[in-house]
C-alpha cells in the first residue's frame, strides 16, 4: 500500500539556522516526490518534486530536498531558515505503477515555525 | 494569469443536505483533480477528470460525484452530507491526464461546515 509518513507534527528553528523536515514514504512502483507549503487561507504551492536522477533536488525559496532510496526518505532542507519560511509543509507521493499514477498520497504534514 | 478559482470559499450545510462547489482551472489547464483536507490532515483524493470523464476515483462513496464541462472547469457535488463532511475541499489543474511526475496547481479551497 502506499504511504508517506512526516514524523514530526511541528518543527521549530531559529531564524538564520538550518531546518530539516522528515519524510519517508512507501510505493510499489518507484516514486515521484513532492513537497508543497501551505499558508494560513492559502491554497499548496509547489516546493520541488523527485523523478530521476540527481539524489539533491533544489527548489522555490531557497529549499532543497535529498531522495534516499535504501531509507525510502525524501528530507526537506534548507541552509538558513527565515521566519517566512513557517507554514505547514506537506510531502506527497506518486506511485509510477500505471495504476496508482493518478493520485497523489500525501502525508499529514509538519508545522513549520522560524523563531525570530 | 489567473490561478485556479474555487467558489464559494465559505458554506454552512446541515446534515442531509447537498451541496456543489466549482473549479475554474488555470488557465492553459485541461484536468482537474479534488482533494478532500480535514482538520489537521493532509489532502486526500476524491477524484479525477480529464477530457469530461472520471479517471481514477478515491475511497469515497457514492455520495460524492462531480463533473467536467467543455471549458475545463468542474463542479464536487455532496449529498446527504454528514457531519465528517466538514473539511476544506482543494481543486487542484494541471495539463494532460495527471500521472508520474505532472505538478499540480492548487486553488485556495472551499471550506464546509456541516452542522
Known amino acids: 500500500a502506499q504511504s508517506v509518513a512526516q514524523p514530526e507534527d511541528q518543527v521549530n528553528v531559529a531564524e538564520g539556522n538550518p531546518l530539516t523536515v522528515k519524510c519517508t514514504y512507501s510505493?510499489?512502483?518507484?516514486?515521484?516526490l513532492f513537497w508543497y507549503v501551505q499558508y494560513p487561507n492559502r491554497g499548496l504551492q509547489f516546493l520541488l518534486k523527485?523523478?530521476?536522477?540527481d539524489n539533491l533536488v533544489k527548489g522555490s525559496y531557497g529549499f532543497e530536498a535529498e531522495f534516499n532510496k535504501s531509507q525510502t526518505s525524501f528530507h526537506l532542507k534548507k541552509p538558513s531558515a527565515l521566519v517566512s519560511d513557517s507554514a505547514l509543509y506537506f510531502c506527497a507521493v506518486r506511485d509510477n505503477w500505471a495504476g496508482n499514477n493518478r493520485k497523489l498520497i500525501w502525508g499529514l504534514g509538519t508545522s513549520l515555525a522560524v523563531n525570530p | 494569469d489567473a490561478g485556479v478559482t474555487q467558489s464559494p470559499t465559505h458554506l454552512i450545510k446541515t446534515r442531509g443536505q447537498q451541496v456543489t462547489l466549482r473549479c475554474s482551472p488555470k488557465?492553459?489547464?485541461?484536468?482537474v483533480s479534488w482533494y478532500q483536507q480535514a482538520l489537521g490532515q493532509g489532502p486526500q483524493f476524491i477524484f479525477q477528470y480529464y477530457e469530461e470523464e472520471e479517471r481514477q476515483r478515491g475511497n469515497f462513496p457514492d455520495r460524492f460525484s462531480g463533473h467536467q464541462f467543455p471549458n475545463y472547469s468542474s463542479e464536487l457535488n455532496v449529498n446527504a452530507l454528514l457531519l465528517g463532511d466538514s473539511a476544506l475541499y482543494l481543486c487542484a489543474s494541471s495539463y494532460g491526464e495527471v500521472s508520474g511526475a505532472n505538478v499540480l496547481t492548487f486553488g485556495a479551497g472551499s471550506r464546509l461546515t456541516v452542522l
Open positions: 523527485y523523478i530521476t536522477g
Open positions: 488557465s492553459g489547464h485541461d484536468t
Open positions: 510505493v510499489s512502483g518507484n516514486p515521484y
